[in-house]
């Protein structure tokens, strides 16, 4: 089955920090580019960051500019974003996506495939 499963959302304070992680099974992610998008309750969904599979070049939306980190493991088949200095604003549903065709950056609009999303709450 061609997915792509997101993990490691959580519950965590301001200021703290999570790894998410995007794995992809029965395809390699070495062709695709990867985009994380999230979506906040009665919010449209937003862009967040994006890798290309050609050369590795990034996107930052610049809500979380300096604060997300967005890498590929081709080797694991998975692509992370690390997220510093989290912020109540950044509580949404993230969701990883993939797109061969589709280049990284602003507009990256990934039709391949989707994730089915990781819940990231950021709470006292």
């Known amino acids: 089955q061609l997915q792509l499963v997101e993990s490691g959302g959580g519950l965590v304070q301001p200021g703290g920090s999570l790894r998410l992680s995007c794995a992809a099974s029965?395809?390699?992610?070495?062709?695709?580019?990867i985009g994380w998008f999230r979506q906040a309750p009665g919010k449209e969904r937003e862009g967040v960051s994006c890798?290309?599979?050609?050369?590795?070049?990034?996107y930052y939306a610049d809500s979380v500019k300096g604060r997300f980190t967005i890498s590929r493991d081709n080797a694991k088949n998975t692509v992370y974003l690390q997220m510093n200095s989290l912020q109540p604003e950044d509580t949404a549903v993230y969701y990883c996506?993939?797109?061969?065709?589709?280049?990284?950056?602003?507009?990256?609009?990934?039709?391949?495939?989707w994730g089915q999303g990781t819940q990231v709450t950021v709470s006292s």
């Open positions: 996506a993939a797109d061969r065709l589709t280049e990284c950056g602003l507009g990256f609009d990934p039709s391949d495939y």
């Open positions: 890798i290309s599979s050609s050369d590795g070049s990034t």
């Open positions: 029965g395809f390699t992610l070495d062709y695709y580019t």
